[in-house]
């Protein structure tokens, strides 16, 4: 049986990622004592590994595809493919950004302070290509972590740091004086796989579900019966994804009406549909939402 090796995110994605996967449709499995998780997909090989690392096995071919930030992939300066963006939530947790920050009361103001200064930070080639990118010359230095704290002490005079809302910067009592770049959740395959007519297929099966699911964030069902002549009040207050599904009744004059809306506008909408006639009204969930 052909096999696709798939590499899942340890650490901060993971649960996002299992989770993302449930509701996809595949059960994964993950035991703290081991690095390769069950999957309820046969054809699926799954590994857990660091994001930090992933873009290098897919590159190497040890991987045929796996979930990273296009952080790492710019870091580990990896010639993979980018199959999609996977925006797992809305908002803020779409993007991150990789940040230059210093202390609130350092006198670097501008890229042009950084020149003879000592920087730390995970994504010591990122910045490399940032100071190369601006003609500045610094010593750049890998972070293993707490790596706001050596900015904080002066061990360092800046830190280049990954933040969503910068709020935690701010909390300790640092400065943001420039973004290097911005970073998004990707699913990427290695350039022999993404030709493999087989993991090809595979991939493109996997990603359209994971999709699905994401698309389904923050939607919900709706259902519910009305008289023929209220249909227009009813059509009117819903913001639908398509035009609704409409089909009739074994009553005379009446109809089922069934639609996708967003979630935050059920409390204000069901209310008005009720006014407007609507009666049996059924909210409900959704797993995935294919377009």
């Given at each position: 049986?052909?096999?696709?090796?798939?590499?899942?995110?340890?650490?901060?994605?993971?649960?996002?990622?299992?989770?993302?996967?449930?509701?996809?449709?595949?059960?994964?499995?993950?035991?703290?004592?081991?690095?390769?998780?069950?999957?309820?997909?046969?054809?699926?090989?799954?590994?857990l590994l660091r994001a930090q690392e992933m873009s290098r096995y897919v590159e190497?071919?040890?991987?045929?595809?796996?979930?990273?930030?296009?952080?790492?992939?710019?870091?580990?300066?990896?010639?993979?493919?980018?199959?999609?963006?996977?925006?797992?939530?809305?908002?803020?947790?779409?993007?991150?950004?990789?940040?230059?920050?210093?202390?609130?009361?350092?006198?670097?103001?501008?890229?042009?302070?950084?020149?003879?200064?000592?920087?730390?930070?995970?994504?010591?080639?990122?910045?490399?290509?940032?100071?190369?990118?601006?003609?500045?010359?610094?010593?750049?230095?890998?972070?293993?972590?707490?790596?706001?704290?050596?900015?904080?002490?002066?061990?360092?005079?800046?830190?280049?740091?990954?933040?969503?809302?910068?709020?935690?910067?701010?909390?300790?009592?640092?400065?943001?004086?420039?973004?290097?770049?911005?970073?998004?959740?990707?699913?990427?395959?290695?350039?022999?796989?993404?030709?493999?007519?087989?993991?090809?297929?595979?991939?493109?099966?996997?990603?359209?579900?994971?999709?699905?699911?994401?698309?389904?964030?923050?939607?919900?069902?709706?259902?519910?019966?009305?008289?023929?002549?209220?249909?227009?009040?009813?059509?009117?207050?819903?913001?639908?994804?398509?035009?609704?599904?409409?089909?009739?009744?074994?009553?005379?004059?009446?109809?089922?009406?069934?639609?996708?809306i967003d979630e935050g506008t059920v409390r204000s909408i069901i209310p008005q549909?009720?006014?407007?006639?609507?009666?049996?009204?059924?909210?409900?969930?959704?797993?995935?939402?294919?377009?």
């Open positions: 049986m052909k096999k696709l090796k798939l590499g899942l995110p340890k650490g901060s994605l993971q649960d996002a990622t299992v989770a993302l996967f449930a509701k996809a449709g595949f059960k994964v499995v993950v035991s703290t004592r081991s690095y390769f998780p069950r999957i309820d997909d046969p054809e699926i090989d799954p590994v190497d071919e040890t991987l045929d595809c796996g979930i990273t930030g296009n952080d790492w992939i710019l870091e580990n300066n990896s010639d993979v493919t980018r199959l999609c963006e996977l925006l797992y939530a809305k908002q803020t947790a779409n993007k991150v950004r990789w940040v230059l920050a210093v202390p609130e009361d350092s006198k670097i103001k501008t890229i042009k302070d950084l020149e003879g200064k000592k920087i730390a930070t995970e994504v010591v080639n990122v910045t490399k290509q940032y100071l190369a990118k601006h003609k500045i010359k610094a010593d750049v230095e890998f972070s293993w972590g707490a790596t706001e704290a050596k900015v904080a002490t002066g061990l360092v005079d800046a830190i280049v740091e990954l933040t969503e809302t910068g709020s935690s910067l701010r909390a300790n009592k640092l400065r943001i004086v420039d973004t290097l770049c911005e970073s998004t959740t990707q699913f990427i395959a290695s350039k022999k796989a993404a030709q493999d007519p087989w993991k090809k297929k595979k991939m493109e099966q996997v990603i359209m579900l994971l999709r699905g699911a994401l698309a389904a964030n923050n939607m919900v069902g709706l259902k519910m019966n009305l008289r023929k002549k209220d249909l227009d009040k009813v059509l009117k207050i819903l913001t639908s994804l398509r035009n609704p599904t409409i089909a009739p009744l074994a009553m005379d004059n009446w109809v089922a009406l069934e639609t996708v549909l009720k006014e407007a006639g609507a009666e049996g009204i059924i909210e409900y969930s959704l797993n995935k939402l294919i377009y």
